[in-house]
C-alpha cells in the first residue's frame, strides 16, 4: 500500500487520508483532479486492498484489546471496538469508491470523512486502553458500567 501512497503522491496530489477526510465534494474533486488517472486508479487499487487489510487489523486489534480487557477483568464487549473500528473503515471504502466513481460525491465524501473520524477515534480509543495502564478511575468505571443507570 505505501507504493499506492507513493504513486499518488507523485502525480502532486495528497496521498489517501487526505482524500479520506476531504469531506466536501469541491475538495475531494480538487484532489481527484491533482491525482489525474494514475492517481487514482492508485487510489482505488488501495481502496480494494484497504478491505483485505482491515481484516487483518481487525482480528489483531479485537485480540490485543481481549488480551488487556483479560488482565484488567473489564467488560467482555470492549473487544467489539476491532469490529466498530473495521464497520466504519469498510463505510469509509465504499464511500470512497462511490466518490472515485463520481456518484453523489457530495454525500460520499461527507460520509467517507464521518466514517474516518469515527475509525480513527475508535483505533486511539482502542490502541491506547491496550498500551497505557489504566488509571484508577478508567477501571473502575469499567468495573461498574454494566450496573450503572444511565
Excluded at 3 to 16: A, F, K, V
Excluded at 31 to 54: E, K, P, T
Amino acid at each position: 500500500m505505501l507504493r499506492l501512497e507513493n504513486r499518488m503522491r507523485r502525480t502532486g496530489g495528497p496521498g489517501i487520508i487526505p482524500f479520506e477526510l476531504a469531506g466536501t465534494s469541491t475538495k475531494a474533486e480538487a484532489i481527484m483532479d491533482r491525482w489525474g488517472a494514475d492517481g487514482q486508479r492508485a487510489a482505488r487499487l488501495s481502496m480494494w486492498l484497504d478491505f483485505g487489510y482491515m481484516t487483518s487489523y481487525g482480528i489483531l486489534l479485537g485480540l490485543l484489546v481481549d488480551r488487556q480487557r483479560r488482565r484488567r477483568g473489564h467488560p467482555a464487549w470492549l473487544p467489539a471496538l476491532a469490529a466498530a473500528a473495521v464497520a466504519g473503515d469498510a463505510v469509509e471504502g465504499v464511500a470512497l469508491l462511490r466518490v472515485l466513481d463520481r456518484r453523489d460525491v457530495a454525500v460520499n465524501a461527507r460520509r467517507a470523512q464521518v466514517a474516518a473520524s469515527i475509525k480513527f477515534a475508535i483505533l486511539a480509543v482502542a490502541l491506547g486502553y491496550s498500551f497505557y495502564p489504566a488509571s484508577a478511575s478508567i477501571q473502575k468505571i469499567c468495573q461498574e458500567w454494566p450496573s450503572r443507570s444511565l
